[in-house]
């Protein structure tokens, strides 16, 4: 057969669909892998077997930095563990609900480098007067722009609205620019605020607020139990 009669039977699709279905075919035939260019992105061609292997290194590179990523952020969540680890251990320790909830309040805002702390509590607990400690003497019924925060039992980070932080922050309110709020149950809410925009995302995970907001909880029902 002519090469203008088999170029008349087959196209360069049915070419290129028998070589994804035969991908040993240019093993069989080295000359002809040897004589194949390939056109690159700059506009250069380069052999087949040099556009196999500089592929192969774009590919190493990009799992190198996919690797490299997965490393930095377990080393992150290792040293966040340390850092929750060390908050319980504070509290275990506190001789009184007053010390523990310090314990607290100075871990967080040391360890987990915030600018600012804030425990607001829905009920008397017995702790006395602190610049970081808010009551609320009407409960969750007298905060209604967390009430669907309260609702969801999740804790969120980010940026909250102006009403949020002034409720929370008072005067320092224009100071925050990035914050993290956890519920504690019956108890109120624990806010800690940053003065980087960036420091408290919206994506970020939540399970280390979730487990900062459980020590605290446990911290204040001791303190009522009297234990």
């Known amino acids: 057969m002519s090469d203008t009669a088999l170029a ?15 991908p040993e075919f240019l ?26 292997l500089q592929s192969l290194r774009e590919k ?24 929750i680890h060390d908050l ?14 310090r314990s607290v309040v100075t ?16 009920g008397n607990i017995g702790l006395p007067p602190a610049d970081w400690l808010v009551h609320v003497p009407g409960g969750r019924a007298s905060m209604p722009e967390f009430a669907d925060f309260i609702a969801n039992h999740e804790p969120i980070a980010g940026r909250l609205s102006a009403e949020r932080l002034y409720r929370l922050f008072g005067d320092r309110a224009p100071e925050i620019r990035s914050s993290a709020i956890m519920p504690l149950g019956e108890f109120g809410i624990l806010a800690i605020g940053s003065g980087d925009v960036d420091h408290f995302q ?26």
């Open 8 to 22: 008349e039977t087959l196209s360069a699709s049915d070419v290129a669909a028998y070589l994804r279905r035969h």
């Open 27 to 52: 093993t069989d035939f080295p000359d002809l892998a040897a004589q194949l260019t390939l056109p690159r992105e700059q506009g250069s061609v380069a052999s087949l077997a040099a556009y196999q």
């Open 60 to 83: 190493n590179a990009e799992l190198e930095r996919q690797l490299a990523g997965l490393i930095s952020i377990a080393a992150d969540n290792e040293r966040l563990m340390q850092r």
């Open 88 to 101: 319980n251990v504070a509290v275990l320790r506190a001789s009184t609900p007053a010390v523990a909830a």
């Open 107 to 122: 871990r967080l805002g040391e360890d987990f480098q915030t600018d600012h702390v804030r425990l607001v509590l829905f």
């Open 202 to 227: 919206p994506g970020m995970g939540t399970l280390f607020l979730k487990m900062i907001a459980a020590t605290v909880s446990a911290a204040l029902r001791r303190s009522q139990e009297g234990v």
